[in-house]
């Protein structure tokens, strides 16, 4: 079964700190991996997309990272922001479908 | 380059009453996905629509319908509604594997 699982379910930092999350899944055959950034009540908005031949993409203060033999993805924060509250969900893509599979998110809170 | 666009923002209806969600995609995209999103979890989907016709469904009763029409925008009916329909429903539109999210319909049931 396709499945994505992400880790932690929630996490508490202080403003300034470096944080990352882990994304696990099973999806196969793989496309690509995708992680958004979703405000409470809002869309997602991406922040990376990453196909099987790319190990880290960066955007800004994100850094992805892909191990596409363990099926592991990471999602790297640095010096985190007030603004960096949020729900960071990891989301798969099979090459047999279009269709995304959604992890069930990392609850990210920033603390000043 | 306008994005999607999802109507109404918020909404509260009783049991038993029908629903409909509206989405427009973006510029240039011709398929159109429906997920809900219950509080607390990742979004769920429901079904996808590409040039007019359903491609593909989740795990959803039928009294949750949809319909595209040529501007590729698109609607989603929920029927007969119940206290677990309360949720996000989000409407991404894609387009060679490019997805851009609305910013969602919070639907409550009471």
């Known amino acids: 079964k396709n499945q994505v699982e992400q880790s932690p379910q929630s996490l508490i930092i202080l403003e300034g700190k470096n944080c990352t999350l882990q994304?696990?899944?099973?999806?196969?055959?793989?496309?690509?991996l995708r992680w958004y950034k979703q405000d409470t009540g809002r869309g997602p908005v991406s922040l990376t997309i990453?196909?099987?031949?790319?190990n880290t993409k960066s955007n800004g203060r994100y850094t992805a990272t892909l191990d596409a033999d363990t099926k592991q993805s990471s999602l790297h924060i640095t010096a985190s922001q007030l603004s960096d509250s949020a729900s960071y969900i990891c989301?798969?893509?099979?090459?047999?479908?279009?269709?995304?599979?959604f992890g069930t998110g990392t609850r990210l809170q920033v603390f000043p | 380059e306008t994005g999607v666009t999802q109507s109404p923002t918020h909404l509260i209806k009783t049991r038993g009453q029908q629903v409909t969600l509206r989405c427009s995609s973006q510029?240039?995209?011709?398929?159109v996905s429906w997920y809900q999103q219950a509080l607390g979890q990742g979004p769920q989907f429901i079904f996808q629509?590409?040039?007019?016709?359903?491609?593909g469904r989740g795990n959803f009763p039928p009294r949750f319908s949809g319909l595209q029409f040529p501007n590729y925008s698109s609607e989603l009916n929920v029927n007969a509604l119940e206290l677990d329909d309360s949720a996000l429903y989000l409407c991404?539109?894609?387009?060679?594997?490019?997805?851009?999210f609305g910013s969602g319909t919070r639907l409550t049931v009471v």
């Open positions: 990453m196909t099987f031949s790319e």
């Open positions: 989301v798969v893509s099979s090459v047999n479908t279009d269709k995304l599979i």
């Open positions: 510029s240039g995209h011709n398929t």
């Open positions: 994304c696990n899944y099973t999806v196969s055959p793989f496309s690509n």
């Open positions: 629509y590409y040039r007019e016709e359903e491609n």
């Open positions: 991404a539109s894609s387009s060679l594997g490019g997805y851009t």
